[in-house]
C-alpha cells in the first residue's frame, strides 16, 4: 500500500496477528478449492485492506487503486476525491463506447463516496445511457433503481454532480426536458411518498425547479406496482410505472443536500446549478438572524410517538415530567446513537426494555438502543404502602409493590449525537462530573488533557487538596451535607448534585406552602430525620420535589433529604426545632422563579436537577438469531416445485426423473456438457456464458452418489433444497454441503454462506468476567494491560478493546460451535483435508474469524471473536460498526464464520 499508517507498535502486532490468521484461511480455502469441487478453482472474496482496494475490486477499473490513494493523500475530501477521480476515467480510459466511459466513471465516484461498502454503485445505478433532446443533440440519461438509498442523501445527489462533471468533459449537451416530463416527475414524487418512506416531499414547484434545470436526465426503472394516471407511455420515460430511485435522488439527493452540492459546484466553478440556491434559502429564519444571541426554544416534538406498535409500550411523553432526565456523556455501550440508561430503568420497564432493544427518541436522532449503565441515577416509584425510593443499580425490582413510577430516571446521551443529528443543545441535568470541574477550576486543578490517565490524577489531586484545606477526609463524590455545604458557600460554586431536588417542577407558591408546613408542623426525631404529618397535598408536592421518604401510619419521614430540604425553604435546626433564617423574607418578594427563590432561600446557588427531559417509546426487540431463508434449505439446489413447499429432496426422490433450470456448463476434457462442477470424467467443469436450460435428473441417484462420495453410512431424512436458484449463472451447489448442512442442523443463506443476525450495540472497554473468558486467554489474545497501563491480572480491570475484536452472543456462540463442526466435517468427508476448528466447548471460538456483513453492502469486515455475552446483540468496538457503515440505533447485521465464507461463496 502507497504511504505508511501511523499507529503504535502493539497496534501493529494486532494487526499483523489478524492477517497471519487471515492468510493462513486463505491457504487452507484455496488448496480446498484447487479440487475443482466448487463452481471457481479459486476463493471468490477478495481481500481488500483500504477503500481504494475495495473500490477497484468493487467497481474498477483495474490500477485505478493507487490513483484513489494519491488524490485522497493531496485532497483530503472523499467528494472531491470522487469528482476528481471519475473526470479522470473518461479523460484517460479506453472505452469502446462513450456511455461504457460514462458507466465506470460515474459507478466509480459512486464506490468512492461509499467507501467501496455499500451496492449502490452496483445495484443503486442500473444503467447509464446517451439520450437524444429533441433539438438532436446528446444528453446523459441516468437511471437509478431502488438499492440507491443506501447511498444516503449525499451520495445519491454527488452520482448527479459526477455525471454533470464527466458530460462536461465529454462535451456531451444537458437534458431538456418537455413539459409532460416535467409534470410526470411532479405526480410521481408524491404519489411515491404514499407507497415508499421519505425523509423529505419536495412541494410541486422546487420539483418543478430541479426538473427543469438539472443537466442530467434523473431517470429510473419502475420498483412500485403504482402507476402515474397523468402524462403516460412518454417517449423518453420506458415505463408508467413509479420510479422509486428517481424520486430518492430529487427528494431525499438534490433538495436535501442542495447546499453541500452547490459547496462543491462553486469550488468546481460550474455553471448551470444555481438553481440550487433557492433551496438553501428556503428555511431560513429571519427572526433567528436577528437575534443570534438569543437561547433558541426546544419545543415537545412527538414524532416518536406516531407510528406507535401495539404491545410497545410508550416510556415517556414528549418533553413531559417524569420522562428521562438528560446527561450529557458516554458509557462504555455508548456512541453511533446508542445510549445508556440505568439497569433499574430496564427492570422496571419489565425488561420490556432489554440490552439491544430499540428505543424510538424524542431527540436527538429518531432512534436509540438501550444499555446499562450503574452509574447514573435510576428511577423513582411510589410504593403501595406509601413509602417513595429511588431504585438504583441492576438489582431486581419487585414490580408488585410499586403503584406509581413517578421519574424513569437519567438517560446518557454523547454530546456527539446532537452534534451528528444537528439538533440544538437542551440543557442538561446538574450531575457530579459537571460539579466537580466547577471545583476544579476554582482551585485551578482543571486537567490539561481529558484522558482516563490525567482525569484519574486530577480528581486524586482535589481530594488531596480539600481534604488539606478542611482538615478532614471528605468524599467528593457523596459528600455528608455538611461537607456540600461548606464547599459551595467556601468556593461560590453550587450545591453538590447529591442533595439536588426538582425545584423547577413546583411553583413558588408551592415552596411557600411546603415552607410554612415544615415550620408548623416538622420534627426532627432522634436520628435527624424530619418527620411530617401525612397530609396528602404536602405528600404530592414531596413527590414532585423527588425527596424519597416512608410513610407510616400518620406520619413522612424523611431521611437523606431532610437537611438540604430544610435549608432550601429558608428554615434551620437549633436544638433540634426547626427555625426561621434571616432569609425567610424571600418568600414575600414574589420571586416567579422557583430556582431563583430557593437559591436565595438558601443563601446557596441551586441548580436545576432535570430542567430538559426526551420522551422515549420502544422501538424493536433486541435479536440474535439465526439468517433464515423461508423455507430455510440446507443447499442451493433446485427442486421445482417437485420437492413440495417445504422443498424436501425425499419428496423430489419420488419421481424418477425431475426437470429444472440449471447453468449449463461443459468439460474441458471431455466436452460432455452438464449443470454439474465436477464432470463425469473427474475434470472441473466450466460455466458456459448466458446459456441456462432445463436438466432431468434422478433425485434418488444422487443423493446416492453423493452418500457414497462423503462414506455415510446414511443420510438425514428431511434435506431441503430451494425452488431454483437466483444466482447469475444458476451452478447448483454440491448435494453433499446440503448433507452435512442437515447432519449439523444448520441452514444456508442465498449466497451459499451460514449467517447469524445481532442486533449492533458498541464496546469500547470490557471486563474480562463480563465476556465470560479468563485473564490467561486474554493475554494470548494480546489483552496484556487495562486501560490505565497496569498489568492485566483481576477480572474486575477495564480493558480497551481492540477495533476489530467482537464479543457475541451465547446463542450465536452455540450455532457457530454447530457451523464449526459443519466445516470441519465438510473439509475431511468433502475435501479429504483436515479438520480447522476442533470446536468441543464455546471457549474454543475464542480467537477464530469471522466477517460482519450489513444490509446493501458487498464489502464484509473482518473481526476476531474474543468473548461471550447473554444479552442478544453483537457487542463490537464503533470504529467496526462504523466500518459496516451501520448505526447502533437498532440496526443488526449478518456475522458469519471466514473459513464458511471462504469455501462456501460464490457468485455462481
Given at each position: 500500500?502507497?504511504?505508511e499508517?501511523?499507529l503504535?507498535?502493539?497496534?501493529?502486532?494486532?494487526?499483523?496477528?489478524?492477517?497471519?490468521?487471515?492468510?493462513?484461511?486463505?491457504?487452507i480455502?484455496?488448496?480446498?478449492?484447487?479440487?475443482?469441487?466448487?463452481?471457481?478453482?479459486?476463493?471468490?472474496?477478495?481481500?481488500?485492506?483500504?477503500?481504494?482496494?475495495?473500490?477497484?475490486?468493487l467497481v474498477?477499473?483495474?490500477?485505478?487503486?493507487?490513483?484513489?490513494?494519491?488524490?485522497?493523500?493531496r485532497?483530503?475530501n472523499?467528494?472531491?476525491?470522487?469528482?476528481?477521480?471519475?473526470?479522470?476515467i473518461?479523460?484517460?480510459g479506453?472505452?469502446?463506447s462513450?456511455?461504457?466511459?460514462?458507466?465506470?466513471?460515474?459507478?466509480?465516484?459512486?464506490?468512492?463516496l461509499?467507501?467501496?461498502?455499500?451496492?449502490?454503485p452496483?445495484?443503486?445505478?442500473?444503467?447509464?445511457?446517451?439520450?437524444k433532446?429533441f433539438?438532436?443533440?446528446?444528453?446523459?440519461?441516468?437511471?437509478?433503481?431502488?438499492p440507491?438509498?443506501?447511498?444516503g442523501?449525499?451520495?445519491?445527489?454527488?452520482?448527479?454532480?459526477?455525471?454533470?462533471?464527466?458530460?462536461?468533459?465529454?462535451?456531451?449537451?444537458?437534458?431538456?426536458?418537455?413539459?409532460?416530463?416535467?409534470?410526470?416527475?411532479?405526480?410521481?414524487i408524491?404519489?411515491?411518498?404514499?407507497?415508499?418512506?421519505?425523509?423529505?416531499?419536495p412541494?410541486?414547484?422546487?420539483?418543478?425547479t430541479?426538473?427543469?434545470?438539472?443537466?442530467?436526465?434523473?431517470?429510473?426503472?419502475?420498483?412500485?406496482?403504482?402507476?402515474?394516471?397523468?402524462n403516460?407511455?412518454?417517449?423518453?420515460?420506458?415505463?408508467?410505472?413509479?420510479?422509486?430511485?428517481?424520486?430518492?435522488?430529487?427528494?431525499?439527493?438534490?433538495?436535501?443536500?442542495?447546499?453541500?452540492?452547490?459547496?462543491?459546484v462553486?469550488?468546481?466553478?460550474?455553471?448551470g446549478?444555481?438553481?440550487?440556491?433557492?433551496?438553501?434559502?428556503?428555511?431560513?429564519?429571519?427572526?433567528?438572524?436577528?437575534?443570534?444571541?438569543?437561547?433558541?426554544?426546544?419545543?415537545?416534538?412527538?414524532?416518536?410517538?406516531?407510528?406507535?406498535?401495539?404491545?410497545?409500550?410508550?416510556?415517556?411523553?414528549?418533553?413531559?415530567?417524569?420522562?428521562?432526565?438528560?446527561?450529557?456523556?458516554?458509557?462504555?455501550?455508548?456512541g453511533?446513537?446508542?445510549?445508556?440508561?440505568?439497569?433499574?430503568?430496564?427492570?422496571?420497564?419489565?425488561?420490556?426494555?432489554?440490552?439491544?432493544t430499540?428505543?424510538?427518541?424524542?431527540?436527538?436522532?429518531?432512534?436509540?438502543?438501550?444499555?446499562?449503565?450503574?452509574?447514573?441515577?435510576?428511577?423513582?416509584?411510589?410504593?403501595?404502602?406509601?413509602?417513595?425510593i429511588?431504585?438504583?443499580?441492576?438489582?431486581?425490582?419487585?414490580?408488585?409493590?410499586?403503584?406509581?413510577?413517578?421519574?424513569?430516571?437519567?438517560?446518557?446521551i454523547?454530546?456527539?449525537?446532537?452534534?451528528?443529528?444537528?439538533?440544538?443543545?437542551?440543557?442538561?441535568?446538574?450531575?457530579?462530573e459537571?460539579?466537580?470541574?466547577?471545583?476544579?477550576k476554582?482551585?485551578n486543578?482543571?486537567?490539561?488533557?481529558?484522558?482516563?490517565?490525567?482525569?484519574?490524577?486530577?480528581?486524586?489531586?482535589?481530594?488531596?487538596?480539600?481534604?488539606?484545606?478542611f482538615?478532614?477526609?471528605?468524599?467528593?463524590?457523596?459528600?455528608?451535607?455538611?461537607?456540600?455545604?461548606?464547599?459551595?458557600?467556601?468556593?461560590?460554586?453550587?450545591?453538590?448534585?447529591?442533595?439536588?431536588?426538582?425545584?423547577?417542577?413546583?411553583?413558588?407558591?408551592?415552596?411557600?406552602?411546603?415552607?410554612?408546613?415544615?415550620?408548623?408542623?416538622?420534627?426532627?426525631?432522634?436520628?435527624?430525620n424530619?418527620?411530617?404529618?401525612?397530609?396528602?397535598?404536602?405528600?404530592?408536592?414531596?413527590?414532585?420535589?423527588g425527596?424519597?421518604?416512608?410513610?407510616?401510619?400518620?406520619?413522612?419521614?424523611?431521611?437523606?433529604?431532610?437537611?438540604?430540604?430544610?435549608?432550601?425553604?429558608?428554615?434551620?435546626?437549633?436544638?433540634?426545632?426547626?427555625?426561621?433564617?434571616d432569609?425567610?423574607?424571600?418568600?414575600?418578594?414574589?420571586?416567579?422563579?422557583?430556582?431563583?427563590?430557593?437559591?436565595?432561600?438558601?443563601?446557596?446557588?441551586?441548580?436545576?436537577?432535570?430542567?430538559?427531559?426526551?420522551?422515549?417509546r420502544?422501538?424493536?426487540?433486541?435479536?440474535?438469531?439465526?439468517?433464515?431463508?423461508?423455507?430455510?434449505?440446507?443447499?442451493?439446489?433446485?427442486?421445482?416445485?417437485?420437492?413440495?413447499?417445504?422443498?424436501?429432496?425425499?419428496?423430489?426422490?419420488?419421481?424418477n426423473h425431475i426437470?429444472?433450470e440449471a447453468?449449463?456448463?461443459?468439460c474441458?476434457?471431455?466436452?460432455?456438457?452438464?449443470?454439474?462442477?465436477?464432470c463425469?470424467?473427474?475434470?472441473?467443469?466450466?460455466?458456459?456464458?448466458?446459456?441456462?436450460?432445463?436438466?432431468?435428473?434422478?433425485?434418488s441417484?444422487?443423493?446416492?452418489?453423493?452418500?457414497?462420495?462423503?462414506?455415510l453410512?446414511?443420510?438425514?431424512?428431511?434435506?431441503?433444497?430451494?425452488?431454483?436458484?437466483?444466482?447469475?449463472?444458476?451452478?447448483?451447489?454440491?448435494?453433499e454441503?446440503?448433507?452435512?448442512?442437515?447432519?449439523?442442523?444448520?441452514?444456508?443463506f442465498?449466497?451459499?454462506?451460514i449467517?447469524?443476525?445481532?442486533?449492533?450495540?458498541?464496546?469500547?472497554?470490557?471486563?474480562?468476567?463480563?465476556?465470560?473468558?479468563?485473564?490467561?486467554?486474554?493475554?494470548?489474545?494480546?489483552?496484556?494491560?487495562?486501560?490505565?497501563?497496569?498489568?492485566?491480572?483481576y477480572?474486575?480491570?477495564?480493558?480497551?478493546?481492540?477495533?476489530q475484536?467482537?464479543?457475541?452472543?451465547?446463542?450465536?456462540?452455540?450455532?457457530?460451535?454447530?457451523?464449526?463442526?459443519?466445516?470441519?466435517?465438510?473439509?475431511?468427508?468433502?475435501?479429504?483435508?483436515?479438520?480447522?476448528?476442533?470446536?468441543?466447548?464455546?471457549?474454543?471460538?475464542?480467537?477464530?474469524?469471522?466477517?460482519?456483513?450489513?444490509?446493501?453492502?458487498?464489502?464484509?469486515?473482518l473481526?476476531?471473536?474474543?468473548?461471550?455475552?447473554?444479552?442478544?446483540v453483537?457487542?463490537?468496538?464503533?470504529?467496526?460498526?462504523?466500518?459496516?457503515?451501520?448505526?447502533?440505533?437498532?440496526?443488526?447485521?449478518?456475522?458469519?464464520?471466514?473459513?464458511?465464507?471462504?469455501?462456501?461463496?460464490?457468485?455462481?
Amino acid at each position: 500500500m502507497d504511504g505508511e499508517i501511523a499507529l503504535s507498535k502493539e497496534m501493529q502486532r494486532y494487526f499483523d496477528s489478524l492477517q497471519k490468521e487471515i492468510d493462513r484461511s486463505y491457504e487452507i480455502a484455496r488448496k480446498a478449492r484447487k479440487k475443482g469441487l466448487d463452481p471457481e478453482l479459486d476463493v471468490e472474496i477478495p481481500q481488500a485492506l483500504d477503500l481504494a482496494a475495495r473500490v477497484e475490486e468493487l467497481v474498477g477499473p483495474k490500477d485505478i487503486a493507487p490513483k484513489i490513494r494519491e488524490s485522497t493523500r493531496r485532497l483530503g475530501n472523499r467528494e472531491l476525491v470522487s469528482l476528481e477521480i471519475a473526470r479522470e476515467i473518461v479523460r484517460e480510459g479506453d472505452f469502446t463506447s462513450v456511455e461504457k466511459g460514462l458507466d465506470q466513471a460515474i459507478r466509480t465516484g459512486l464506490a468512492i463516496l461509499t467507501e467501496g461498502v455499500l451496492v449502490a454503485p452496483l445495484e443503486g445505478i442500473a444503467e447509464v445511457r446517451l439520450g437524444k433532446n429533441f433539438d438532436g443533440s446528446n444528453y446523459v440519461d441516468l437511471y437509478f433503481s431502488g438499492p440507491i438509498r443506501s447511498a444516503g442523501g449525499t451520495g445519491q445527489a454527488m452520482s448527479v454532480l459526477i455525471a454533470d462533471v464527466v458530460r462536461r468533459e465529454l462535451g456531451i449537451d444537458r437534458y431538456k426536458p418537455t413539459e409532460e416530463e416535467i409534470e410526470r416527475y411532479k405526480e410521481e414524487i408524491p404519489l411515491y411518498k404514499r407507497v415508499q418512506h421519505l425523509q423529505y416531499t419536495p412541494s410541486v414547484e422546487e420539483i418543478h425547479t430541479i426538473v427543469e434545470n438539472c443537466p442530467i436526465c434523473i431517470n429510473g426503472e419502475g420498483t412500485e406496482d403504482e402507476e402515474v394516471t397523468g402524462n403516460r407511455d412518454l417517449s423518453r420515460v420506458g415505463t408508467n410505472r413509479l420510479r422509486g430511485g428517481a424520486c430518492l435522488v430529487i427528494a431525499e439527493g438534490l433538495c436535501l443536500k442542495a447546499p453541500k452540492l452547490l459547496k462543491h459546484v462553486k469550488n468546481l466553478k460550474l455553471k448551470g446549478w444555481e438553481f440550487l440556491e433557492s433551496f438553501i434559502n428556503k428555511n431560513s429564519n429571519s427572526d433567528r438572524e436577528n437575534d443570534k444571541n438569543s437561547i433558541p426554544e426546544i419545543p415537545p416534538s412527538d414524532k416518536y410517538i406516531g407510528e406507535v406498535i401495539a404491545g410497545r409500550p410508550v416510556l415517556a411523553y414528549p418533553s413531559r415530567k417524569g420522562g428521562f432526565r438528560l446527561r450529557y456523556g458516554r458509557a462504555r455501550t455508548g456512541g453511533l446513537a446508542s445510549t445508556a440508561i440505568s439497569p433499574a430503568s430496564m427492570r422496571l420497564f419489565n425488561d420490556f426494555i432489554a440490552v439491544g432493544t430499540q428505543m424510538k427518541t424524542e431527540r436527538p436522532g429518531k432512534a436509540t438502543i438501550g444499555t446499562p449503565c450503574d452509574e447514573l441515577d435510576g428511577p423513582l416509584v411510589l410504593l403501595n404502602n406509601g413509602d417513595f425510593i429511588q431504585l438504583n443499580g441492576d438489582k431486581n425490582v419487585d414490580l408488585s409493590i410499586v403503584k406509581e413510577i413517578v421519574d424513569i430516571g437519567e438517560i446518557l446521551i454523547p454530546y456527539g449525537e446532537f452534534l451528528e443529528n444537528n439538533a440544538l443543545l437542551p440543557r442538561a441535568s446538574y450531575s457530579y462530573e459537571w460539579w466537580i470541574q466547577e471545583l476544579q477550576k476554582k482551585l485551578n486543578l482543571l486537567p490539561l488533557e481529558y484522558t482516563p490517565l490525567k482525569i484519574k490524577e486530577v480528581d486524586s489531586l482535589t481530594e488531596k487538596k480539600i481534604n488539606e484545606i478542611f482538615s478532614r477526609d471528605i468524599d467528593l463524590k457523596h459528600p455528608t451535607f455538611k461537607d456540600a455545604v461548606e464547599i459551595s458557600l467556601k468556593y461560590n460554586i453550587p450545591l453538590h448534585p447529591d442533595y439536588n431536588l426538582f425545584w423547577h417542577d413546583i411553583t413558588p407558591l408551592q415552596v411557600k406552602e411546603l415552607s410554612q408546613f415544615v415550620r408548623e408542623n416538622g420534627v426532627i426525631d432522634k436520628d435527624d430525620n424530619l418527620v411530617l404529618p401525612a397530609d396528602p397535598y404536602i405528600k404530592n408536592i414531596l413527590v414532585d420535589l423527588g425527596v424519597l421518604h416512608k410513610k407510616k401510619i400518620d406520619n413522612i419521614t424523611i431521611d437523606r433529604y431532610s437537611l438540604p430540604l430544610i435549608r432550601c425553604l429558608g428554615l434551620d435546626i437549633e436544638d433540634k426545632k426547626i427555625i426561621e433564617t434571616d432569609r425567610i423574607h424571600f418568600l414575600e418578594e414574589n420571586l416567579e422563579d422557583t430556582i431563583s427563590l430557593v437559591s436565595h432561600l438558601s443563601g446557596l446557588i441551586i441548580r436545576e436537577k432535570a430542567p430538559f427531559r426526551i420522551g422515549t417509546r420502544m422501538g424493536r426487540p433486541e435479536k440474535a438469531a439465526e439468517r433464515k431463508m423461508r423455507p430455510p434449505p440446507h443447499v442451493l439446489f433446485p427442486l421445482g416445485h417437485y420437492g413440495t413447499n417445504q422443498r424436501l429432496f425425499s419428496k423430489a426422490a419420488e419421481y424418477n426423473h425431475i426437470e429444472v433450470e440449471a447453468g449449463k456448463r461443459r468439460c474441458p476434457k471431455c466436452g460432455r456438457t452438464t449443470y454439474k462442477i465436477q464432470c463425469q470424467c473427474g475434470a472441473h467443469t466450466e460455466q458456459i456464458e448466458n446459456r441456462i436450460e432445463f436438466f432431468e435428473i434422478n433425485i434418488s441417484t444422487e443423493l446416492e452418489d453423493a452418500r457414497k462420495k462423503l462414506r455415510l453410512r446414511d443420510i438425514p431424512e428431511n434435506i431441503k433444497g430451494v425452488q431454483g436458484t437466483i444466482s447469475k449463472y444458476k451452478t447448483p451447489e454440491p448435494l453433499e454441503k446440503g448433507i452435512l448442512r442437515a447432519r449439523h442442523d444448520v441452514t444456508v443463506f442465498k449466497d451459499g454462506t451460514i449467517r447469524f443476525d445481532m442486533t449492533d450495540a458498541p464496546l469500547t472497554h470490557f471486563k474480562p468476567r463480563e465476556i465470560h473468558v479468563s485473564i490467561d486467554k486474554l493475554y494470548k489474545l494480546g489483552y496484556t494491560h487495562d486501560y490505565l497501563g497496569e498489568p492485566l491480572e483481576y477480572e474486575e480491570q477495564i480493558c480497551e478493546l481492540k477495533v476489530q475484536d467482537i464479543v457475541i452472543s451465547k446463542a450465536c456462540a452455540e450455532y457457530f460451535m454447530k457451523v464449526a463442526n459443519f466445516i470441519d466435517d465438510l473439509l475431511v468427508k468433502f475435501y479429504n483435508q483436515e479438520k480447522f476448528y476442533k470446536v468441543r466447548k464455546l471457549e474454543d471460538l475464542i480467537g477464530h474469524l469471522v466477517i460482519g456483513l450489513a444490509p446493501h453492502t458487498s464489502a464484509g469486515s473482518l473481526a476476531r471473536i474474543i468473548g461471550f455475552t447473554d444479552a442478544q446483540v453483537c457487542f463490537a468496538h464503533p470504529y467496526y460498526h462504523a466500518a459496516k457503515r451501520r448505526n447502533c440505533d437498532g440496526d443488526e447485521d449478518g456475522v458469519m464464520l471466514l473459513m464458511d465464507a471462504l469455501l462456501n461463496f460464490s457468485h455462481a
